[in-house]
């Protein structure tokens, strides 16, 4: 049976990368090219299925909902407790940003190997640091060799930026 460290080895950076865009791609286009559009309201890591290429599947649509152009939106609180947008638990609103705060999260579970709460928990001494100040390293899933400056071009400026603010929205919970 193989370890957790060659796991960690077979899902590469590359094949981490992918499986980010594929998930980005599906929410692009539930979010922009279905009419009406779809917020999913539960992605997270259970929800994502990966085929025999690693391509990234969105699955179980039980708490979907398409969105009403002429409506508030509202709704009752769905989705995986740690991945749910804290503005939907406030005003109970479902729109697109829902998933994307989602989304957020379940992208920094492939960059650190594990989920975010688990970093939080290492780091809740130091939360009263900026962002900008944890060391990237610390972040990464230290278990194979850090990304080459050609994987990491692959990942869209959006997609950093959606993941910092997610990240920093973490940390100041």
Not at 29 to 56: F, Q, T, W
Request: charged share 20%.
């Amino acid at each position: 049976m193989p370890s957790k460290d060659d796991e960690a080895k077979e899902l590469g950076w590359s094949k981490r990368v992918n499986i980010v865009k594929g998930i980005a791609h599906a929410l692009s286009y539930m979010h922009h090219d279905c009419l009406p559009p779809i917020v999913h309201r539960d992605i997270s890591s259970k929800n994502i299925l990966l085929d025999g290429e690693y391509e990234a599947c969105v699955s179980d649509f039980g708490t979907a909902k398409f969105l009403n152009p002429d409506s508030a939106n509202e709704t009752t609180l769905a989705g995986t407790h740690g991945y749910v947008a804290p503005e939907l638990a406030y005003t109970m609103e479902v729109n697109e940003k829902c998933d994307v705060y989602s989304f957020g999260l379940i992208t920094l579970e492939p960059i650190m190997g594990r989920h975010p709460k688990d970093l939080l928990t290492s780091l809740s001494s130091l939360s009263a640091f900026p962002l900008h100040q944890i060391p990237v390293w610390d972040v990464l899933d230290q278990r194979i060799s850090p990304p080459t400056h050609e994987v990491a071009g692959e990942v869209p400026s959006k997609t950093l930026y959606i993941i910092l603010i997610t990240f920093e929205s973490w940390l100041l919970s």
